[in-house]
Structures are given as structure tokens and as C-alpha cells.
């Protein structure tokens, strides 16, 4: 029988855990012909939802959980879940508030039985979301494939089916600042999209913030690309070029240099120059890409 886990990152979802429970249950049971397991991964909460899951792992063993000792993101908890189920056959990534249709994920399994290894749920449309979070993230996407050679899947969250040798390359992957989204793309291996409403969340309140949306945002862009870097390079030459024409100049052609053509063309000779050096410098840090 093959063995499926159900890997749900936890934050403060006390309000959210019975209705998810409940939900997941319904469409666990109708699936006999899999071994399925539902993994909570307790991000740190601070409030009674690790209670909530020992309660429920008590009462039915189908559920289990991992509490991590503080909250480190869902990327990281996503990451902790991947790893301590890299030995199922597939494993489902869903958000527990409800926003993640459960009654999606047969079909995820039944793409994933037609041969595809990673099944991802693209929205059809976002509830709940305000204006600004959807232009935001609209014109991110743009700037991040700008940036990036990886594609990256739109409207596209984590709620996803992927396979075992999917979850045990992202695992191999020892990236310190993780974004789940580019690490999928990167991996590659067969990718089919399943699309689906995304409702709003069922209580409690959104975990994300501007100050980590835009830290995941930069993460997004610097640990897949060194095209800044690369920018930073031409930006030092060409600042370095005009310092050394500059001074070339002014020593050939004034009969007297003045105060301010030292002070300009060492600023330039000495501004190009770092430019150009932290660009070379990418060369120590990124190894990997
Ligand atoms: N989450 C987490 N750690 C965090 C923040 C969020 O594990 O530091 C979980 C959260 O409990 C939920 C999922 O990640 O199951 C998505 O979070 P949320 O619904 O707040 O994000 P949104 O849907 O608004 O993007
Ligand atoms: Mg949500």
C-alpha cells in the first residue's frame, strides 16, 4: 500500500484546527486504497494548538505531529515536514486555515497516479486578499522572473502533491534562506496543474505581514539569482573607466588641478572600484548556482 503524508505547517491556528481536522478527515477516509498520514507541523504556536494536537494523535493515530521549539516560518516548517516524511511515496502540502481546499487533493493523488510528480493547485481566482497584497504580489512575480532563469508557477502556492523523489530533492537542498516556490521549479521532474477556488480562511487571522512578505520576497530574488551582483560589476567598471579617463584628462590637460578634480576623480576611481569588487566577490558565496 502506498504510504501518502499530509504535511500541514501550524502558527497559532487553535480557532482553524478542529474545522481542518474534520474536513481532511472526510476526504482521508474515502481513500482506502492509501496508507495516509496527516502531519502537523507545529511552527513554535503560542497558543493551545499543540494541546489541540496531542489530543487529536491521541484519539486517532492517522494523525501525528512535530512541534519545533520555536517559530521559524512556514518555510522552515514546511522544510521540517518534508524531511520527516521523505520516506512516504507522496507527500500533500496544505495550509491548515481551510484557504487549501482538502476536497482537492484526490485529484492531486489521481494526477499523481497518471505519472506526474509534482501536482500543484493553481488558483482560479484569490478571496479574500486586499487590493494591494494581489497587485503586490502581481508586480513581484513580474521583477522575480525578470531577475530569475527559474520559472515560477502563477497564482501558485504551496498546496501541492509531490512525489518521493521530489521531496527527497528539495531535501538535498541545503538552502539557509528557503523559498518553497523557486525550490519546486528548481528541482524540475514532470509538473501538472490542478485548478481550484481558494476560499477564504476558515478563522483566526492571516500569520503573514508586510515585513516578512517582503523578506520572503528578497529571498526570492537573492538566492536565485546573481544578476545583482552581476549589475554591480558593470555599474564598477563603467564608474571605474570614467575615474581613470577623468584623471587622464585633468593631468593632461589642466595646467593647474584644482582641489575638487582630486576629491571627484578619487571618488569615482575608488567608488567604481568597490563596485566592481563586490560583484566579483559573489564568486565565494554562491557555489551552488
Ligand atoms: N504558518 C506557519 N508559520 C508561520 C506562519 C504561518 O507554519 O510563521 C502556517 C499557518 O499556520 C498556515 C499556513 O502557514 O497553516 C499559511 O499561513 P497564513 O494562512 O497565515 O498565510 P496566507 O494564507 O495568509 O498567505
Ligand atoms: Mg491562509
Known sequence: ????????????????????????????????????????????????????????????????????????????AIYAGLDYAKESDAVVLIDADLQDPPELIPKLIEQWENGYDDVYAKRKRREGESFIKKITSKMYYIVLQKFTNIPIQKDTGDFRLLDKRCVQAICNLKEEARCSKSLFSLIGYNKKEVLFERDKRIAGTTKWNYKKLVNLAIDGITSFTISPLRWSTYLGSIIFLTGLIYITSILFHSNEIQGYQIVLSTVLFLGGLQFFIIGVMRRIYRKNF
Do not use: T
Open 1 to 76: 500500500m502506498k504510504k501518502i503524508s499530509i504535511v500541514v505547517p501550524i502558527y497559532n491556528e487553535e480557532k482553524v484546527i478542529p474545522f481542518f481536522k474534520n474536513r481532511i478527515l472526510n476526504i482521508i477516509k474515502k481513500e482506502e486504497k492509501y496508507e495516509i498520514e496527516v502531519l502537523f507541523v507545529d511552527d513554535g504556536s503560542n497558543d493551545k494548538s499543540i494541546e489541540i494536537i496531542k489530543n487529536i494523535r491521541k484519539q486517532d493515530k492517522r494523525f501525528s505531529y512535530i512541534s519545533l521549539s520555536r517559530n521559524f516560518g512556514k518555510e522552515i
